[in-house]
């Protein structure tokens, strides 16, 4: 890396890109990656500007990011120290973490966003990717996989959550808390997360994997009908892994043909393995094949049941592979 970091800025759209459509509309993506850099005057990177998408987060999908990762890898080739995204924050939980299981290099991959809109008093967007580029130019980012970075906090992406709908503040690591801070625009990062697994989907694989939040009397209807769409399918439990009694059997059913994972509906905390004993239990369900998501949140074990199922991965691997990053924090 020479004296000055070459950052590269990808922009996929988000409230931190939006202005009003038309008088008295809304607020949709307008702004472009130079727009967003124009403010950043005076930072000591050297950065280029890349218009990637103009969409709001919830439009993002697999096939988008495994492009942006392409296109991340080309460019760090061609000389970026760093590289940053910024999109959407509805869905940066989940895209952070794709990055992350797709991204093998040790330039640092940063994403981040806004919660409030150019135009609203206290925009957070500016204060947010001038922190962003700072982390993606820093040596102390590098070989952490992908980092989310807000409100001067930089997360590791396979722990952040987002917990608040409209507050800046809304980014956090429940389970480790962030990784570092940026403070006087010098970028500190004193805990390390080891890398997690790195996938490569294959080139076709469409892939669907059902999302089921177990709820008050849920008779696992919904669990029926997703196992018959679906090539794989997570269960958001009640606290260490439950469910009603009545939903065992239809879980049992589509554990049986494919991999159904079983995560935690609480925000933290892991998945327990022998403490309970009962029908719906962790441990009767662990015992009818289901794979733990460990601490892993259910949107992050559907990110990764997804990519390992578009690699090609059956269930065997899937086990192993949320064996290995589920449980150690790593
Ligand atoms: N609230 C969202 C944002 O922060 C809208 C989106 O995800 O595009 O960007």
Wanted: glycine share 14%.
């Amino acid at each position: 890396m020479g004296s000055t970091a070459r950052v590269a800025v990808f922009s996929l759209g988000g409230t931190i890109a939006m202005t009003p459509g038309t008088p008295g509309g809304g607020v949709v993506p307008a702004l472009t990656a130079d727009d967003l850099v124009a403010g950043l005057a005076g930072v000591p990177v050297e950065l280029v500007t890349r218009d990637f998408l103009r969409v709001p987060g919830s439009a993002l999908t697999f096939a988008d990011l495994i492009e942006l990762e392409g296109a991340v890898r080309r460019e760090v080739d061609g000389g970026a120290d760093g590289v940053v995204v910024t999109q959407g924050t509805d869905t940066i939980e989940e895209s952070a973490y794709v990055l992350d299981l797709l991204w093998g290099g040790d330039a640092p991959l940063v994403v981040t966003g806004a919660m409030r809109n150019p135009a609203m008093a206290g925009a957070d967007g500016p204060a947010n990717l001038l922190a962003a580029v700072r982390v993606a130019g820093s040596p102390a980012a590098r070989g952490l996989g992908c980092l989310v970075v807000f409100n001067d906090q930089v997360h590791a992406a396979r722990w952040v959550r987002k917990t608040h709908t409209s507050n800046p503040a809304a980014f956090v690591s429940p389970e480790y808390g962030p990784l570092g801070h940026v403070a006087e625009g010098r970028v500190s990062i004193p805990l390390r997360t080891a890398r997690g697994p790195l996938i490569t989907p294959g080139p076709e694989r469409n892939v669907r994997v059902g999302l089921v939040t177990v709820a008050l009397g849920d008779d696992g209807e919904a669990v029926r009908a997703l196992g018959e769409r679906c090539d794989g399918l997570v269960v958001a439990a009640f606290g260490v892994g439950h469910v009603p009694a009545g939903m065992v059997p239809a879980i049992a059913e589509v554990a049986a043909r494919l991999p159904v994972v079983l995560a935690s509906r609480t925000g933290a905390g892991p998945v327990h393995e022998w403490t309970y004993g009962y029908a719906g239990s962790e441990r009767d369900l662990l015992g009818r094949g289901v794979v733990s998501a460990g601490r892993l949140d259910p949107l992050k074990a559907r990110v990764l049941l997804h990519l390992l199922l578009a690699s090609g991965a059956g269930v065997r691997q899937v086990a192993e592979v949320f064996a290995q990053v589920a449980g150690s924090g790593s």
